[in-house]
């Protein structure tokens, strides 16, 4: 049966498009940002309020990445997270962290106050929530790290909407939001003040001078004081060895209209799938209730499609809802300690800055990363350089972390030039792809709905790992770093930013 064509994400689809004229005059700027999400918009918008001339770019459509398919909770409470922090990199460091997400979200709060930002903005408690006893432990735990770190929080025995739990931890006055049109004031903030923004533009490569130099893939260049590499994951990833750093997850949102009242708060649970749950409003009293999780590494794992239908049977049994309005994925990045990297992409290079591995909470991170890197460009005092740095490295648990995910790099590398497809391009049906074998050669195909035929080389352009199809997005996905492409090839996630090769049938 043919898969339905559901709309983008609600926030993409809901929210105005903010067009850019895709020009510039001078091949000189004091900063150039990379990468225009949360993260990139931010620290434009905060540059120009300071008079620096900064340049935006983005090889898409603005906030139509990670940062439009999220499900935009403004939160510091990111899972069961504080005592293992304490434990791993102590209290100091655990007590910076939760101050720099908890002042992401204020400010977040203040900007909204000051603009007028009609964006759905709400503050709500959040819930980590379990109904498994082994994980009761690890909930009293993390009660015990908030009262540590000074945390206003509660433990409790049931959650206020209809959904079971046996015990849970609560954190007060967060908030939710629609990230694209809080995202959109920014921007039009950003460009009143004369800042460039340049969409559809995508970056080939850098050269590393005493003066960056962006050399785009439409031929020109743009010479940069200092270059913020704000793309999700850093395509200029081999002078800091990032792609031994990061590993890349996928997760998944389904979203369902209801006129049931809903009672308030966003929930996530702490076991295995994950289930996230919360709600916008709608126009007449609807809600649409937003419905995540079922979290995997990129291009592993069992058929993406098999994740949202999970989703959707879980929405069903438990909210009775049974027509699902949108369905979205999002790839997030991961550090070996769980702390975003932001600063200086390596101790040597003073002018390229970086921002990454937000493990599904770029939000305030993604805030918190552009007000760090705000204060490192303008040589102003912060206080969470030192915890963000992509500099630091702990012994524990980083070496063995860097062991473990390299080793998976390799199994998967190996894995992938070993296995020979069963099957060939007529096994294949409409709007389906999968890898197949053409005169003894291991291709990527996808036919489309009208039976066109789409090859294309499945080894990824960024170490040569073999691509998997993602059913669900209809994608072509690395089990190695995370790069994304298109059914054609074309590159819709980084490191790699060259496409696939396309195969001629004939």
């Not at 980590?128 to 000074?150: P, Q, S, W």
């Not at 050669?441 to 960024?462: F, N, P, W």
């Amino acid at each position: 049966m043919q898969e339905p064509n559901y709309p983008e994400s609600y926030w993409v689809e809901s929210a105005k498009r903010i067009e850019s004229d895709n020009s510039i005059e001078s091949q000189k700027i004091e900063t150039v940002i990379v990468g225009a999400g949360i993260t990139g918009i931010t620290l434009a918008y905060l540059l120009v309020q300071e008079g620096v001339k900064v340049a935006l770019i983005d090889a898409d459509r603005i906030i139509h990445g990670t940062t439009g398919h999220t499900t935009a909770k403004i939160t510091a409470q990111h899972g069961l997270i504080y005592d293992k922090m304490i434990n791993q990199s102590g209290i100091e460091k655990a007590s910076l962290y939760y101050k720099a997400n908890n002042e992401a979200l204020q400010f977040i709060a203040d900007t909204i106050q000051k603009h007028e930002i009609s964006c759905d903005f709400s503050r709500q408690d959040a819930y980590v929530y379990t109904n498994m006893d082994e994980y009761f432990d690890k909930i009293m735990l993390e009660h015990r790290a908030y009262e540590k770190l000074g945390i206003t929080g509660d433990v409790v025995k049931e959650l206020p909407i209809s959904i079971d739990a046996k015990l849970g931890i609560m954190m007060k006055n967060q908030a939710q939001f629609h990230p694209v049109k809080y995202l959109n004031k920014l921007v039009e903030a950003f460009v009143s003040r004369g800042g460039i923004l340049l969409e559809n533009t995508p970056v080939a490569d850098i050269e590393n001078d005493e003066h960056p130099k962006v050399i785009l893939k439409n031929g020109g260049q743009i010479e940069a004081n200092k270059l913020v590499l704000a793309t999700h994951y850093p395509f200029y990833d081999w002078p800091g060895l990032y792609f031994a750093r990061l590993h890349a997850e996928r997760s998944y949102v389904v979203a369902a209209k209801s006129t049931k009242p809903y009672a308030g708060g966003m929930y996530i649970n702490a076991e295995s799938p994950t289930r996230s749950i919360r709600y916008t409003p709608l126009n007449e009293g609807e809600n649409l209730l937003l419905i995540g999780g079922e979290t995997h590494k990129t291009g592993q794992g069992e058929s993406t499609l098999s994740h949202y239908e999970k989703l959707v049977e879980f929405t069903k049994n438990n909210f009775g809802i049974e027509e699902i309005s949108y369905r979205w994925s999002a790839q997030d990045l991961v550090t070996l300690d769980d702390i975003p990297y932001v600063g200086h992409i390596t101790a040597d290079e003073p002018n390229i800055y970086v921002a990454t591995g937000y493990a599904k909470w770029g939000m305030t991170n993604g805030t918190a990363a552009a007000r760090v890197i705000r204060d490192l460009i303008l040589d102003k005092q912060n206080d969470f350089v030192d915890l963000y740095t992509p500099s630091r490295f702990d012994a524990n648990p980083s070496i063995k972390n860097v062991i473990v995910q390299n080793a998976d790099v390799a199994k998967q590398l190996i894995k992938g030039k070993l296995e020979a497809p069963d099957k060939t391009i007529e096994d294949i049906a409409n709007s389906e792809g999968a890898a197949v074998m053409i005169n003894g050669e291991r291709a990527g195909c996808y036919k489309d709905e009208e039976g066109q035929i789409y090859l294309v080389d499945t080894t990824c352009t960024h170490i040569g790992c073999e691509v998997k199809w993602n059913s669900g997005d209809r994608s072509w996905d690395c089990p190695c770093h995370g790069s994304r492409f298109s059914y054609k090839g074309e590159v819709m996630e980084g490191p790699a930013t060259e496409p696939l090769r396309r195969i001629d049938l004939d």
